[in-house]
């Protein structure tokens, strides 16, 4: 939306001329929300003790996020000095649009893909270099490449990718971080615990990869804002020097900590969610829906013309699931969240009914 606004003082240019964020959809709790990838088993019950646990003293005190990196580092298999913690992917992604895209020059996005590597490249007035997924959502590897080798500043790549739910293995990742000599290369594994491929252990001999993780996703704790950035130490440095000295909050911190050290919650919730997506894709496909390969948390399907329709009408009766018509330019594409059998159930059962 672009609504007319009076300046007194003159903001960045790329603020003026630039457009309101439509607000994210509210008043989401009691519904079922196959909308926003979220944990839909819950979270770590150690988190939550964690929480009750914070006393007058800890609340009073600003965060110490130094301490809470030298302790969540090891549990990554990384030193401190390669790692931050971040407000989420979506803080530490503008931290790192902050620290190297600098104004006129390119960032390179495979779309559809997550909007705020848009958006940040946007508010930083980058020359966007956009590729697509094809028809059949294959990734444009050659493209990419040739792209790369003009020397882009960033590439922003979310492995699993979302909404398509696609997934580069390691040794493609390898060959797109080879030709990105110039290009720090954002490999995005909000997903990583649905898809088991990481490039966290090359951070150490590759100084254009920064890896983004998150608490939100498999952990359960979308609702605490945490996430961390890992990157060879001269980069984390950089990004370090960009960083306000509180970006999370102690609350956060704790239960971060907590959760991370529950494996057996993060395991069991992939483990559910694994087999809920296969029943799910199942389900899609016995009624005549196409659903696209996913390795994360999500499928993505395309309803066709009826997309919109039957998007409104799940909605009125209480499932909330995200329209992406206006990521691919045409209606009918849908991303579902994988949630409990039993949820998966409600879902199909009312989806066969509006069908
Ligand atoms: C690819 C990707 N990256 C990052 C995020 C946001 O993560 P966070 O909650 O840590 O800001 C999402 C959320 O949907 C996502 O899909």
Known sequence: MRRGVKHSVMPRRALAEGRDRPPMLENRGGKLRLDMNENLLGCSPKARTALRRLNAETLTMYPEKETAIARLAPWFGVR????????????????????YIESGRSVVLVEPTFPMYRFHAEQRDAKIRTLRYDREMRFPLREVLRVLSTGPSVFFLANPNNPTGNLLDARTLGTILNAAARTLVVVDEAYF?????????????????????????????AGLRVGCIFAHRDVATILKRAQAPFPVGTAALVAAEAALKDRAFVRRAVQTIRQGRATLERGLSRLGVRVFPSAANFVLVDFGERGPAITDALERRGILVRDQGSSFERPGFVRITVGTAKQIRRFLAVLETIL
């Open 193 to 221: 615990e649905f898809s088991g491929v990481t490039m966290l252990p090359q951070i150490r001999r590759r100084r254009n990869l920064a890896v983004t993780r998150t608490f939100s996703k498999a952990t359960g704790l």
């Open 80 to 99: 401190a000095d390669e790692m931050l913690v971040v407000g989420g992917i979506d803080e530490g992604l503008r931290l790192i649009a902050d620290a």
